[in-house]
């Protein structure tokens, strides 16, 4: 019979940040198991299937699963009939070690041809069992398998779990499933809210009753979703009470939904006189620390109002209100003590402090760091014709906010506060601004650094990291990448293409080298460090919308002008669309094939060997273009330039169908290949086309 299965488990309170993650992955292990087993018809797992998570307990509720699993036969793959028997057509220590695990005896076994090999097949009948059996054994599997860094014990058993398990529901429609999971017994009881609820045990009647039963009796909110929903919509209703908005951040609200079993939206303020310090300072500080939701005015900036997500909803909220107005207090005291202490000292003054700051054992500290990127932003600015004073001192100052007793306690706020302390200072708008700007982009989808001064300056931060990085052997590998190295070429490729900015990567990458000491880093990095960055480009390039073979195509040139990248594409993308350009691709395919197995180096060409009137006009075509494509490729019109090599189409195909280029004679072969060399090198100016 087909029911409603539910599985809970009553925990202490689990993280936060990891628990709708923790839901998830808990539900999707049970399912498999469920399916696998045939307890739940594969086709059928997303009909009303559910997960539940609170700060005290994980759920799921499966719609439709049996309470028997149905007679199964169960095929077991075993070893190559090759090396299942011997000589003597008997059993090989593999085929009988597979037997004794399969329980089936050699004349039980079949023969089963996969198109690549004939192997042994151990066909099992399995009569259905209960789903008491099982359903236990599910639970303890999946969580083992739940992404949980740290596992505790608890009591003197010697289970583990991210937090202490109090309490194990599983039932099958109204009845009990009996099993134990984490030294529990299962039943129907749980709990509800710490004090809104009834105080005591909550039975669960059935399992399609769980989360109404746990809202009307433990004034629980089950569902994850639902409470952020309630949570959101109360934030926009309280916000257009005062004509605000609440500061949208949808980590802070997915951390605070799993905070509270009942969400209630609750508005309390802080003295005006906060506002003298950076909103920025206020905002962490709110979000970080409280968890609360800050209000915003029409221009954006900072008010002294914030809302709190209580876990209480009562008719009179003073307590809680006031009670956060007087938590929140001390903590923006504390900000404007920093703010104000801070601004005694210039950047200027703090730099020096930096030749105390570690950056790396083996790279020096923070203060070598900053000379290298003066000399770097100062160059990068040159090449960009850019005040490179101005460049070269937001350089020097760009760290000094890492000493500074704000950033100390708030790291986040690096660059965010260099910014404000430069300004008090008085340098120079484009400097201060430069200081915060040389970290973007922070993440994927930020903003990039405003102006060529702080493109100069994040340019020069991110190739100093990753130059040092790769020079010392400390290249990012599978998914470790501690020193952010991926994020930093990314970076470097979205200033360069999205600014754009008319610079050669190669010879950045060799200005950045150029700073270091001799002898402080390996040699020939260079090489492996663009490599690398072109494969971050071809990744970016493909999540944002790009065919795969034209982004293949452009970067097969291994392009340095990052800037002209964009272009090429659009070019590449609009040949493609041409009658001409399948034709000319298997041609350009044909001809790098060719030259691929032409022995010795490439000559000039010599028209007294021409003998074909093919290879003839193919010459002068190709003579007659290369003036106009050499100049539209100098000129970016890289579309210009492959339009006009479309029309050599038919003068490729004659030459293919006319000439022989091997030919017996070494001259006259030798002066084909040199004649397909030249026709090859106007061919890929923009990209390889033979890759199309």
Same mark, same amino acid.
């Given at each position: 019979?087909?029911?409603?299965?539910?599985?809970?488990?009553?925990?202490?309170?689990?993280?936060?940040?990891?628990?709708?993650?923790?839901? #998830?992955?808990?539900?999707?292990?049970?399912?498999?198991?469920?399916?696998?087993?045939?307890?739940?018809?594969?086709?059928?797992?997303?009909? +009303?299937?559910?997960?539940?998570?609170?700060?005290?307990?994980?759920?799921?509720?499966?719609?439709?699963?049996?309470?028997?699993?149905?007679?199964?036969?169960?095929?077991?793959?075993?070893?190559?009939?090759?090396?299942?028997?011997?000589?003597?057509?008997?059993?090989?220590?593999?085929?009988?070690?597979?037997?004794?695990?399969?329980?089936?005896?050699?004349?039980?076994?079949?023969?089963?041809?996969?198109?690549?090999? +004939?192997?042994?097949?151990?066909?099992?009948?399995?009569?259905?069992?209960?789903?008491?059996? @099982?359903?236990?054994?599910?639970?303890?599997?999946?969580?083992?398998?739940?992404?949980?860094?740290?596992?505790?014990?608890?009591?003197?058993?010697?289970?583990?779990?991210?937090?202490?398990?109090?309490?194990?529901?599983?039932? @099958?429609?109204?009845?009990?499933?009996?099993?134990?999971?984490?030294?529990?017994?299962?039943?129907?009881?749980?709990?509800?809210?710490?004090? &809104?609820?009834?105080?005591?045990?909550?039975?669960?009647?059935?399992?399609?009753?769980?989360?109404?039963?746990?809202?009307?009796?433990?004034? /629980?909110?089950?569902?994850? %979703? *639902?409470?952020?929903?309630?949570?959101?919509?109360?934030?926009?209703?309280?916000?257009?009470?005062?004509?605000?908005?609440?500061?949208?951040?949808?980590?802070?609200?997915?951390?605070?939904?799993?905070?509270?079993?009942?969400?209630?939206?609750?508005?309390?303020?802080?003295?005006? +006189?906060?506002?003298?310090?950076?909103?920025?300072?206020?905002?962490?500080?709110?979000?970080?620390?409280?968890?609360?939701?800050?209000?915003?005015?029409?221009?954006?900036?900072?008010?002294?109002?914030?809302? /709190?997500?209580?876990?209480?909803?009562?008719?009179?909220?003073?307590?809680?209100?006031?009670?956060?107005?007087?938590?929140?207090?001390?903590?923006?005291?504390?900000?404007?003590?920093?703010? +104000?202490?801070?601004?005694?000292?210039?950047?200027?003054?703090?730099?020096?402090?930096?030749?105390?700051?570690?950056?790396?054992?083996?790279?020096?500290?923070?203060?070598?760091?900053?000379?290298?990127?003066?000399?770097?932003?100062?160059?990068?600015?040159?090449?960009?014709?850019?005040?490179?004073?101005?460049?070269?001192?937001?350089?020097?100052?760009?760290?000094?906010?890492?000493?500074?007793?704000?950033?100390?306690?708030?790291?986040?706020? #690096?660059?965010?506060?260099?910014?404000?302390?430069?300004?008090?200072?008085?340098?120079?708008?484009?400097?201060?601004?430069?200081?915060?700007?040389?970290?973007?982009?922070?993440?994927?989808?930020?903003?990039?650094?405003?102006?060529?001064?702080?493109?100069?300056?994040?340019?020069?931060?991110?190739?100093?990291?990753?130059?040092?990085?790769?020079?010392?052997? #400390?290249?990012?590998?599978?998914?470790?990448?501690?020193?952010?190295?991926?994020?930093? =070429?990314?970076?470097?490729?979205?200033?360069? &293409?999205?600014?754009?900015?008319?610079?050669?990567? =190669?010879?950045?990458?060799?200005?950045?080298?150029?700073?270091?000491?001799?002898?402080?880093?390996?040699?020939? !990095?260079?090489? %492996?460090?663009?490599?690398?960055?072109?494969?971050?480009?071809?990744?970016?390039?493909?999540?944002?919308?790009?065919?795969?073979?034209? /982004?293949?195509?452009?970067?097969?040139?291994?392009?340095?002008?990052?800037?002209?990248?964009?272009?090429?594409?659009?070019?590449?993308?609009?040949?493609?669309?041409?009658?001409?350009?399948?034709?000319? $691709?298997?041609?350009?395919?044909?001809?790098?094939?060719?030259?691929?197995?032409?022995?010795?180096?490439?000559?000039?060409?010599?028209?007294?060997?021409?003998?074909?009137?093919?290879?003839?006009?193919? !010459?002068?075509?190709?003579?007659?273009? =290369?003036? #106009?494509? @050499?100049? *539209?490729? $100098?000129?970016?019109?890289?579309?210009?330039?492959?339009?006009?090599?479309?029309?050599?189409?038919?003068?490729?195909?004659?030459?293919?169908?006319?000439?022989?280029?091997?030919?017996?004679?070494?001259?006259?072969?030798?002066?084909?290949?040199?004649?397909?060399?030249?026709?090859?090198?106007? &061919?890929? %100016?923009?990209?390889?086309?033979?890759?199309?």
């Amino acid at each position: 019979m087909k029911q409603t299965l539910l599985i809970e488990l009553l925990t202490e309170e689990l993280p936060p940040k990891s628990l709708a993650r923790l839901a #998830q992955a808990f539900h999707e292990q049970v399912q498999k198991s469920l399916i696998e087993a045939g307890f739940v018809e594969a086709g059928n797992e997303g009909r +009303e299937s559910r997960w539940f998570a609170t700060p005290r307990r994980l759920a799921l509720q499966f719609s439709d699963v049996l309470a028997t699993q149905p007679d199964r036969v169960i095929e077991k793959k075993g070893p190559a009939v090759a090396s299942g028997v011997d000589a003597a057509g008997k059993p090989t220590k593999a085929l009988e070690g597979f037997m004794r695990s399969a329980g089936v005896e050699f004349a039980q076994l079949e023969k089963q041809n996969d198109g690549k090999a +004939e192997y042994f097949v151990a066909r099992i009948a399995r009569t259905g069992e209960a789903l008491s059996l @099982h359903l236990a054994g599910f639970v303890e599997a999946a969580l083992k398998k739940l992404p949980v860094a740290k596992l505790m014990r608890w009591g003197d058993s010697e289970v583990q779990f991210v937090r202490p398990v109090h309490g194990l529901v599983m039932l @099958h429609g109204s009845a009990v499933v009996a099993g134990e999971v984490l030294g529990l017994a299962s039943g129907r009881a749980t709990r509800g809210h710490r004090f &809104m609820g009834n105080g005591g045990a909550i039975e669960i009647g059935d399992a399609d009753e769980y989360a109404q039963t746990l809202l009307d009796q433990g004034k /629980v909110v089950a569902c994850y %979703q *639902q409470r952020r929903d309630m949570i959101r919509a109360q934030l926009d209703q309280a916000a257009a009470g005062r004509d605000l908005t609440w500061l949208r951040d949808e980590a802070l609200l997915d951390e605070v939904t799993a905070l509270v079993e009942h969400p209630t939206v609750y508005e309390a303020g802080f003295e005006a +006189e906060f506002l003298a310090v950076p909103q920025e300072c206020l905002i962490l500080t709110m979000q970080a620390n409280q968890k609360y939701f800050p209000l915003m005015d029409a221009a954006g900036k900072l008010t002294n109002r914030f809302l /709190v997500v209580s876990n209480m909803a009562v008719a009179d909220p003073t307590n809680i209100v006031e009670g956060n107005a007087r938590v929140v207090r001390p903590r923006l005291a504390d900000a404007k003590f920093f703010f +104000e202490t801070d601004r005694k000292t210039p950047l200027a003054n703090r730099v020096a402090k930096l030749a105390k700051v570690v950056y790396h054992n083996k790279l020096g500290s923070q203060g070598e760091r900053v000379e290298r990127l003066v000399k770097l932003s100062g160059a990068i600015a040159r090449r960009l014709n850019v005040d490179a004073a101005q460049a070269e001192r937001a350089a020097l100052l760009a760290k000094a906010d890492l000493v500074s007793d704000m950033v100390g306690e708030f790291p986040e706020l #690096q660059g965010i506060m260099g910014r404000y302390y430069a300004a008090h200072d008085g340098e120079a708008p484009a400097v201060a601004d430069a200081i915060e700007a040389h970290y973007k982009p922070r993440f994927n989808g930020d903003s990039l650094p405003a102006g060529n001064v702080a493109a100069a300056v994040a340019l020069a931060d991110k190739l100093d990291a990753l130059v040092a990085f790769f020079g010392i052997g #400390q290249i990012p590998t599978g998914d470790k990448d501690p020193f952010g190295l991926r994020r930093a =070429a990314l970076g470097v490729l979205r200033i360069l &293409m999205e600014s754009p900015l008319p610079l050669d990567l =190669a010879s950045l990458i060799s200005d950045a080298a150029a700073t270091f000491p001799v002898g402080r880093l390996a040699t020939g !990095f260079e090489a %492996q460090l663009l490599d690398f960055m072109l494969e971050r480009l071809r990744n970016l390039l493909k999540d944002t919308g790009h065919e795969q073979r034209l /982004v293949d195509a452009v970067l097969a040139l291994m392009p340095t002008r990052i800037d002209a990248v964009p272009a090429k594409l659009a070019a590449v993308k609009a040949f493609v669309a041409l009658p001409e350009a399948e034709a000319l $691709a298997a041609a350009n395919k044909r001809i790098v094939n060719i030259l691929k197995k032409a022995e010795g180096s490439a000559r000039e060409v010599d028209v007294a060997l021409f003998q074909e009137s093919a290879e003839k006009a193919l !010459f002068t075509q190709v003579t007659a273009i =290369a003036p #106009q494509v @050499h100049s *539209q490729v $100098a000129n970016a019109d890289y579309t210009g330039a492959l339009t006009a090599l479309a029309g050599l189409r038919g003068a490729v195909d004659t030459f293919f169908d006319d000439v022989m280029v091997n030919a017996d004679e070494p001259l006259l072969r030798a002066n084909r290949l040199a004649l397909l060399h030249q026709l090859a090198g106007l &061919m890929n %100016q923009v990209a390889d086309i033979s890759r199309l």
